[in-house]
């Protein structure tokens, strides 16, 4: 399987297979040779066309995002202070048209925009189990502290 170091270090994106047939389409997910951190659960998003999701900032929660309805545009941003990428944006198109599986270390803000109408469907594969006692970062996504534009790009 081919493996995409992203622009931010430590992210990966990494392209799923799907097999389709007469009968409709296996979807490849997880597997325990492909996750590069511990497994605490899965979850699933459903998100609105036109919806931003985010900014969030984990201090030590890993992501696994699939796209697995829809597509969806990802956007990171490298805010660990100790990072050779800190400062840096990443954008990913994922979902129907691109089927990867996007790997997103603790540190970096991410956050995301239904891009499908009427819904995308997103699925996280987290390093830990969700601990509504453990805290993190949540950033408005049209504040100023993210150097990012929402609005889609005519070129």
């Known amino acids: 399987m081919d493996i995409i170091k992203g622009e931010i270090d430590g992210v990966v994106i990494k392209p799923l297979k799907r097999i389709p047939d007469e009968r409709g389409t296996i979807m490849h997910g997880v597997r325990r040779d492909n996750i590069l951190n511990d497994f605490g659960e899965v979850y699933f998003k459903k998100l609105y ?72 469907i997103l699925a996280n594969v987290a390093s830990e189990p969700h601990d509504p006692c453990i805290k993190y970062l949540r950033i408005g996504p049209h504040s100023n502290t993210i150097p990012y534009n929402w609005e889609r790009k005519d070129f």
């Open 49 to 120: 066309f036109g919806v931003i999701n985010g900014w969030h900032v984990h201090e030590r929660l890993i992501l696994n995002y699939i796209c697995i309805s829809g597509m969806i545009k990802l956007v990171l941003y490298d805010m660990r202070e100790d990072s050779p990428t800190k400062g840096n944006l990443q954008e990913i198109f994922f979902g129907d048209d691109n089927y990867c599986l996007a790997h997103i270390p603790s540190g970096v803000a991410n956050a995301s925009k239904g891009i499908w109408s009427p819904y995308s």
